[in-house]
T-cell receptor, first 115, second 113 residues
């Protein structure tokens, strides 16, 4: 069964902490994405990657960075967490040619609370 | 720029009633349109997609959507709601195979017995 796995389902961090959210996919997909989901705002794209070591800013990249050292793994980094980054974070992947026309496969999400 | 608008943040229906979730899009070029569903405590999964083939698209779990260019709409319907359909539904749009998806704000479907 194809899978996108987000290592942490729930995290609680303090303001100013560095936070790593990890995502691994086992489908050999080229594209990987990080979205943020907030009530009433839907999903907003933070960063995406079309290939190893490549990254592109999405709609709301401020306060975030990403790392893709291996094809199957895409990490979201909050250098200094703030309370307004409390949210649900969703990772997704897709084939290279299907970023816009194909199916995105989503992980179950990581709910981050910043105190 | 592409965008989607989902009318109604919450829709309530009775079990067995028609489900209608509304989505209007804005795109300067022919769009690709999608409906995704999110069950509680899960990620999103694809319900159906329109990619310029048939205007009436059938998806999983008995859902379908019709692309109406004149109305710039892609509403999601199901003839008879089940309790298991209770979830949040997202409409999304893109304008090419190499672009990214833009999601709507979501509509929570509530199904009562």
């Amino acid at each position: 069964d194809v899978k996108v796995t987000q290592s942490s389902r729930y995290l609680v961090k303090r303001t100013g902490e560095k936070v790593f959210l990890e995502c691994v996919q086992d489908m050999d997909h080229e594209n990987m994405f990080w979205y943020r989901q907030d009530p009433g705002l839907g999903l907003r794209l933070i960063y995406f990657s079309y290939d190893v070591k490549m990254k592109e800013k999405g709609d709301i990249p401020e306060g975030y960075s990403v790392s893709r050292e291996k094809k199957e793994r895409f990490s979201l980094i909050l250098e200094s967490a703030s309370t307004n980054q409390t949210s649900m974070y969703l990772c997704a992947s897709s084939l290279w040619e299907s970023a816009g026309t194909g199916e995105l496969f989503f992980g179950e999400g990581s709910r981050l609370t910043v105190l | 720029a592409q965008s989607v608008t989902q009318l109604g943040s919450h829709v309530s229906v009775s079990e067995g009633a028609l489900v209608l979730l509304r989505c209007n899009y804005s795109s300067s070029v022919p769009p690709y349109l999608f409906w995704y569903v999110q069950y509680p405590n899960q990620g999103l999964q694809l319900l159906l997609k329109y990619t310029s083939a048939a205007t009436l698209v059938k998806g999983i779990n008995g859902f379908e959507a019709e692309f109406k260019k004149s109305e710039t709409s892609f509403h999601l319907t199901k003839p008879s709601a089940h309790m298991s359909d209770a979830a949040e539904y997202f409409c999304a749009v893109s304008f090419s195979g190499y672009s990214t998806l833009t999601f709507g704000k979501g509509t929570m479907l509530l199904v009562s017995p």
